[in-house]
């Protein structure tokens, strides 16, 4: 049995040169328990290192005469345990776990004693998210009585895609030889071969899949059955599928890690708003303006895959540490790595999240620039930052698009400016012309340093992203272009999305705080300008990380403003500044006039007559998955084709038939590449003016043996100007009034193509060669 009396001891640290040790009344110097000033309970680093170099020892902290209570029965029980039987040894047990909650009774009562409520209202708000989700995606699909392909099918566009390399891995002879598959990919661009770790954000892919067959080799070795199997009929004349549920099904799985991480997404939500405000009740504002706005919040309850459901709750997290080391005066190691970590996890998942962190910096730097927090602390985050990007770039195998993204290009300014201000302007920073020369040369070396860098290293793979905003301002139009602006996801936020905040209050409260926030910032630059007083100074500099969420919510408007997509990122943010309307360091005048209870539950009473509707909407939505058509088609390419012809055709069609039938494909929807994009508007020759026969030596130059042709998208029109016929006048005015050739392949593909397969939906085209 160990002794537990050494632990026990509080060594002082080693004693500086003319440094005199301090010690209570009646204490040995050469004890080694004299009690240093830091709080009861908490061992100091070092401190048995010091005891043995004063001479103490560990005798002579045994021997102590002034702890005989603690000492002496501890030392006792331990000679008689063996004689006196099971009592007396529970007893000494009993006396040493006394000794242990004594010790460290100080430091319990110091510490809050309601944060674990805290966190216990964090997880159920998690718990209950993760059940509205998974309660929503259940309703909509039935996903829990489809077959496997039909599963398979659900996952369209983008989504089949990323699946499709989980499922490589899954069915490999080994985890390694899956991870190798991926990383030599011959199916995804053929005929080339691609490092898709490299190119499509696959580590969510990677992880899960290792989980999987973790689980499914654990629970075979156990003997525990993982799924469920049955037949389901589903009627109307069709054959019955079997379809299995539980953990072991590999779709299943992947969509229930998704579904619990973004359960745990809203206990950080529910952390955050209480850290922010200051108040568990504004914890609960923010959980629940996230419910009664749901729709406007996220979709990973329609589309699990995508990539934002993997990278968006670690943002969460990030935010939140970075709320922390703005509040904090100094900042310490670990809260940086933690930033640093978090930032890694944001971006490895997604493409986009490089944009959501320029937006991040360029805050920051506005809030330095304004004096709320110091040069020397905002270069400690952009270290963090640039750490995280190195990191990212080694662990996708040097992916360009990083390092001459104009996040990077950002990191690099700003540090350069943090450093050179001072030497260069040699000038007060309370000077507004300041300011502003360090605004633009922000803006304009930015550009340019993300221009050069393209340019030196050849790279245009997000040339599309400058002329989507160029679309935005100026009506630029190209083939690409046209491609994301005819999408709904990619136009200006629609006109009833305000309206809607506006219907839940979420609108108006926050624009309540928002002005707030806006006065004191006013009112701190007046003092700037001003030179007022150290001790106003020092009061607004406490309120630097309510500046920079104000600032970051200017950012992520113009960004949703722009593309409708990018609401995610508003309306999250925006239920975290409502949690604020709870702030004493805001609403503290309000709050003596008014409990804060009565006005919070005062307000989520007024939110909840929309928000309810809102979420009875979403509750009633019932459906269930099916897709004959392409059921049919993939059929047949599994038993009518070579496992090796290739097809090429419509991106989200393309990204089905590699997933559920294996087949190389030459496009695909990842559009986020400069030769894909090239590619694609080949393969979309055929909805174009275009001759047959130059269309179809285009595709034998691919390699392409089967084209799939939807006549859908040769007459569908989302809006004017937006049907590929009229995206192709636009890109080819030289053709511009003939027929279109997916018309003409319709009614007869001969003499340059074979029509082969034939549905309701879809044309397969064999391409004869010359």
Known sequence: MVVPTRGRNKESPPLKPGQQQHQSPGTSPRSGRGRPPHSPGRQVPGGARAMRKGGGGRRGARSDPQRPCREGPAAEGERDALGRGPLRLLRVCRDRLRVFVDDRKAFIIKSDSKMWLTFLLAAFAGVLHWCHITTLFENDRHFSHLSTLEREMAFRTEMGLYYSYF????????????????????LTEYPLVI?????????PEVVLASWYRIYTAIMDFLGV?????WTVNRGKGLSPVESCEGLGDPASFYVAVIFLLNGLMMSLFFIYGTYLSGSRLGGLVTVMCFFFNHGECTRVMWTPPLRESFSYPFLVLQMLLLTYILRIPNINTG????LCVSNIFFMLPWQFAQFVLLTQIASLFAVCIMGYIDSGKLQKILSAHMVSLVVCFILMFGNSMLLTSYYAASLVVIWGILELSPKVLKSNRREIYVWVIEGCAWLFGTVTLKYLTSLAFGIADDAHIGNILKSKFIGYKDFDTLMYTCAAEFDFMEKETPVRYTKTLLLPVVLVVFGVIIKRAIKYLMWALSQAGQYEREERFNHGELVYHALQLLAYSVLAILIMRLKLFLTPHLCVMASLVCSKQLFGWLFCKIQPKTLVFAILALMAIEGSANLQTQWNIMGEFSNLPQEELLEWIKVNTRQDAVFAGAMPTMASVKLSTLHPIVNHPHYEDAGLRARTKVVYSMYSRKPAKEVRRELIKLGVNYYILEESLCVSRKKPGCSMPEIWDVEDPDNSGRIPLCTLMSKDSRPYF????ENSNYRV?????E
Do not use: H
């Open 167 to 186: 499922k490589i891995i899954i069915e490999a002879p080994s985890f390694w030889n899956g991870v190798w598959a991926i990383m030599n990919d011959r």
């Open 195 to 203: 490092n898709t770790l490299q190119r499509f954000n696959l580590y």
């Open 754 to 757: 074979i029509t082969v397969f």
């Open 335 to 338: 809260s940086l790595i933690a």
């Open 225 to 229: 059955p993982t799924k469920t199997c």
């Open 765 to 769: 085209l064999k391409v004869l060669k």
